[in-house]
């Protein structure tokens, strides 16, 4: 029996705080763990084709098999080459990121690097997944982003504005 699927919805948008952590939004918190086995466990990636990460649960991990399998057919449908040894490398190529009660978390060096992140990070809900931006690497996207970029530009004016008054 399939399990339910996580759904990641809203928008969130973290500094780097003390200890270099970053906060995850409360509305993507409770899904993680429920889709990590109880675990406060968010899996982090590179996204295949933007300058972003991608997060996730770990029961998203147990669907990369079948969807291999569903990839492989279209591709050989299509009489494309599908090589399934290099797409489990990049869907396994994912980091355990533990986060504690009130959602605080230490993004690893690596995947700052590959998404281009500094100290400043905007989420986005898309369904099974969310993506994780550098606020600059968003803004760099054409027209289609513009509601993200709307949203990521007011949360990061008014975490900045709180900021500023501590």
């Given at each position: 029996m399939a399990s339910r699927p996580y759904i990641y919805s809203g928008q969130g948008f973290s500094l780097q705080r003390d200890k270099n952590r970053f906060v995850?939004?409360?509305?993507?918190?409770?899904p993680l763990r429920e889709s990590s086995e109880g675990n406060s466990v968010l899996y982090l990636a590179k996204h295949d084709r933007w300058k972003c990460l991608t997060g996730f649960g770990k029961s998203r991990t147990d669907e990369f098999e079948d969807l291999m399998d569903r990839e492989e057919a279209v591709a050989l449908q299509g009489g494309k080459p599908y090589d399934r040894e290099k797409r489990a490398h990049d869907l396994y190529n994912y980091f355990e990121v533990p986060f504690d009660a009130s959602g605080?978390?230490?993004?690893?060096?690596?995947?700052?690097?590959?998404?281009?992140?500094?100290?400043q990070l905007y989420f986005q809900g898309a369904g099974k997944s969310f993506t994780v931006w550098s606020p600059e690497a968003l803004y760099a996207m054409d027209d289609s982003w513009i509601s993200s970029q709307t949203s990521c530009r007011n949360l990061a004016a008014k975490d900045l504005a709180k900021a500023k008054r501590k």
């Open positions: 995850l939004p409360a509305q993507f918190r409770s605080r978390f230490v993004l690893p060096d690596d995947l700052a690097t590959l998404g281009g992140i500094d100290d």
